[in-house]
């Protein structure tokens, strides 16, 4: 019927009853202890919390003039910022820091004008992922000064950091009973040694090794995490050809090399989720050794319009109870001719996840 349980209890529920009959002592005290295994506890929707994580959100060059020329700075989230605020926790990974007297252009050397922050705001973000590999383009001072506004609008971050002590932190967020660890690290430009990672004394992303995922998973279960999710950046693949035809296998999981490895060594080492923030398009998902790992989002806000698989994306709904992982609503999205994404349903939904679902690991 289009309810979720999560969003919309009991429309989106199964009715399930139990009829026990018993008149005697016995039998009543038979009734109530069969009726009490098998519902041992009201579901209480206090004690439920969300979290809503996003992928790549760049306002920046096409979507940057598109937000000037409207005269709103909020504009990439006209269409999707009350959905992602109606969340418990709403993350994002924003790859473009804000420049004063940003001017967007083409190209790959991006910055954000500071005043499109308003985005951002109007979609409830709660979170930033610093993970991406842009956030150093115009000079770690910027990437500096983004982070401190950040904090001063009570945000809070994680993999990337003011310098490399600061990007290796965990984030401990703890709601409604439920305490959630967030760890990222940013493989391929570890791996590609480009101006991307944190130093010493200057800001970037949190650089990645499996050794150092094995002690910080560690590390948060020590801290007592009912929950640990791993981001990465990962090689991004791009969707498209010269003639402009998608390639269905930047769905995949092992769209470029290794990924598959390396989101299962985050499992293998403890964690509970793992997620690629990096992918510019959605990427499949698969359930792994009981647990989940999500390839790839897509886009949430950005401006590449040229293909379709570009324009795609997706939002993962986590649900928590009392310390314990629920599962995890898929919505998909578009963006349009303006740059504005928004929720979809019907087919432009069920095409999507039928992609998904084909390219979804086999062993």
């Excluded at 000037?68 to 009350?82: C, E, H, L, Q, V």
């Amino acid at each position: 019927n289009g309810k979720y349980f999560f969003d919309n209890a009991p429309e989106g529920g199964i009715p399930y009853f139990l009829v026990l009959t018993g008149t005697s002592a016995k039998g009543k005290s038979i009734v109530k202890a069969r009726a009490n295994a098998v519902f041992p506890e009201s579901f209480s929707k206090d004690s439920l919390m969300s979290l809503r994580m996003t992928g790549v959100t760049a306002i920046t060059r096409g979507l940057g003039i598109k937000t000037n020329a409207s005269g709103d700075p909020g504009y990439a989230a006209r269409k999707i910022g009350d959905f992602l605020s109606k969340a418990d926790l709403t993350h994002t990974s924003n790859e473009i820091s804000m420049v004063k007297g940003c001017v967007p252009t083409g190209g790959v050397s991006f910055c954000m004008v500071p005043s499109h922050i308003a985005a951002l705001k109007n979609s409830g973000i709660d979170i930033i992922e610093l993970t991406g590999n842009h956030n150093n383009d115009k000079g770690n001072s910027n990437n500096t000064s983004s982070i401190k506004t950040y904090t001063a609008l009570g945000w809070s971050y994680f993999g990337g950091g003011l310098n490399a002590a600061d990007a290796a932190k965990i984030l401990y967020k703890e709601v409604k009973g439920t305490k959630i660890a967030f760890l990222g690290y940013n493989y391929y430009d570890t791996v590609y040694k480009t101006g991307a990672i944190a130093k010493k004394t200057t800001a970037g992303a949190n650089s990645w090794s499996p050794e150092k995922i094995v002690k910080d998973v560690a590390e948060a279960r020590k801290n007592k995490a009912d929950v640990i999710i791993v981001d990465f950046q990962y090689q991004e693949c791009w969707s498209y050809t010269d003639n402009g035809t998608t390639v269905q296998q930047c769905y995949g999981a092992n769209a470029v090399t290794n990924q598959k490895k390396v989101f299962r060594q985050a499992i293998d080492a403890g964690a509970d989720i793992v997620v690629g923030t990096q992918a510019h398009q959605p990427q499949t998902y698969e359930i792994y050794k009981n647990k989940m790992i999500y390839y790839g989002l897509g886009n949430l806000y950005f401006d590449q319009t040229e293909q379709l698989g570009t324009r795609q994306g997706l939002i993962l709904t986590h649900y928590m109870y009392k310390g314990k992982y629920l599962g995890t609503a898929l919505t998909t999205t578009i963006f349009d001719s303006d740059l504005l994404t928004y929720v979809t349903t019907g087919s432009k939904r069920t095409s999507l996840l039928k992609s998904l679902q084909e390219w979804r690991p086999k062993n």
